[in-house]
């Protein structure tokens, strides 16, 4: 379904309104602050379809179907007796010894191998379940999350709740959009779909890809890049602005899970994007961070930040793939590596693909930078260097520019990026693009190993 050419405009679904009222301010997720239930309503919304799709009728049935075989848990039969929304105890008929029981976890696809957050809340006496499938023999716990993993302290609650000491069973809804679209688009199916039936399945499909739920499917319209051009802001009103900016987010949030499932246990996601940064009379860009996975139990903040990792950042010059170096003590390794160790640097650099290229800057002040690249340059391409003899003198002349410059080493940024122009992204879909920058992140790993090493060849 094309969804992009306006199979559905927001504001015209019916699973909308459960957003409820706009309160203002920011949330820490970015998004403009509505009444904090998203989560729970995408389930809502969930449940809503199963139980009025005739209710526990064939798609009923196929669904619990599907689901007993992702979880591993026999339902059969796979009938919902009863289904309950927000409500802690569903009574003692559906809790006995016979009852086969199991948390279902529902979360954004990045978060299907490394299921619970990073951050944990406190524990607390009880926790309320987003929602509840009965049968005449199992029952099922469903605890959604909209932005993260699950959290340990909540499912510790739950289990306390359902008497189940099994790891959590979890699903995406990335997984349900795809089960749901399959259903309604599959010609053998058209026999279970009546109107009403069609109609629901096609509206949660709608809203789930509305709320960037559905997977990343590209950034192809010019206004994503509009977007970030001083002079093309001053020509949206507040509104059209605020929708542009909240699509971002959820489109930079698609694309982060998109990553973070194709590269498995490579990286870990850094929560949701760190914002579509807003400058002095202008928005600049949009940025989502990716940290190296550490062992397990590994949960020491110090410790990440001394790692470089990949991010992405899309502006009005395009989608940039590049090696962030934020700890000051790691800054300060790397910038005497690049001093000190100018012929390892330059054998990497030399050997990547030529579409990268070097930037290395220091902020002067908020809206100022200065240059430390020879003749005051901006970028060098590394396809500028024909001989990695060439490379090696250039490498050591950025050595010398900042031993003689004297500048602060904790305002120094440092950077390997390749850009892709928006022509490319735009003419790009979303699966595409999600190939192109896996696989820049894969080229930028002997730099990220020699930034992050002890001074070892990689």
């Not at 979360?107 to 990073?118: D, K, L, R």
């Not at 498995?264 to 940064?277: A, T």
């Not at 949960?299 to 470089?308: L, R």
């Not at 012929?343 to 290395?360: Q, V």
């Amino acid at each position: 379904m094309d969804y992009e050419k306006g199979h559905n405009i927001k504001g015209h679904n019916i699973f909308e309104y459960y957003r409820g009222p706009t309160k203002g301010g920011d949330t820490e997720n970015g998004d403009t602050e509505e009444t904090k239930a998203l989560e729970n309503n995408v389930t809502k919304a969930l449940i809503n379809v199963l139980e009025l799709t005739d209710g526990n009728g064939e798609i009923c049935k196929r669904f619990i179907s599907w689901l007993s075989g992702k979880i591993g848990v026999k339902l059969v039969p796979p009938k919902v007796d009863k289904f309950l929304l927000q409500q802690g105890n569903p009574g003692d008929k559906y809790l006995g010894r016979e009852t086969a029981k199991r948390i279902l976890g529902i979360v954004p696809h990045g978060f299907t191998e490394q299921i619970y957050a990073e951050n944990t809340r406190p524990e607390t006496e009880a926790s309320i379940p987003d929602a509840w499938l009965l049968g005449k023999k199992w029952t099922i716990l469903i605890e959604s999350k909209r932005y993260d993993g699950l959290d340990k302290n909540q499912i510790k609650n739950h289990k306390g709740i359902l008497g189940d000491l099994h790891k959590p069973a979890v699903i995406s809804w990335k997984q349900l959009y795809t089960f749901f679209s399959e259903l309604k688009d599959e010609p053998e199916n058209k026999r279970l779909l009546n109107v009403k039936n069609e109609f629901l399945i096609t509206q949660f499909c709608d809203f789930l890809y509305l709320e960037g739920l559905a997977g990343f499917t590209g950034f192809n319209d010019n206004k994503y890049f509009d977007f970030f051009n001083e002079q093309k802001q001053k020509e949206l009103d507040a509104k059209e602005k605020e929708e542009i900016r909240k699509e971002l987010k959820r489109k930079m949030l698609a694309l982060s899970e998109d990553i973070s499932e194709r590269t498995k246990k490579c990286y870990l996601k850094c929560g949701p994007p760190e914002g579509i940064r807003k400058g002095k009379n202008k928005y600049d860009w949009a940025t989502f961070y990716f940290l190296p996975v550490y062992n397990k139990g590994t949960s020491d903040k110090k410790v990440k930040e001394v790692k470089a990792h990949r991010c992405i950042q899309l502006g009005s010059e395009g989608l940039s793939v590049w090696v962030r170096v934020t700890n000051d003590a790691l800054r300060k390794k790397l910038l005497r590596k690049i001093k000190t160790d100018k012929d390892e640097i330059s054998r990497i650099l030399f050997k990547m693909p030529k579409g990268f290229f070097i930037d290395l800057y220091y902020y002067q002040s908020e809206e100022n930078h200065k240059s430390f690249l020879p003749e005051d340059k901006w970028e060098v391409k590394l396809s500028e260097f024909k001989k990695r003899q060439d490379l090696v003198k250039y490498i050591g002349e950025i050595g010398e520019a900042i031993e003689g410059d004297g500048a602060d080493y904790d305002d120094i940024t440092f950077g390997i990026t390749r850009r892709f122009e928006p022509d490319e992204v735009r003419n790009t879909n979303g699966e595409g693009l999600v190939d192109k920058i896996v696989c820049t992140m894969k080229k930028l790993d002997d730099f990220v190993k020699f930034v992050n090493s002890r001074g070892k060849r990689v």
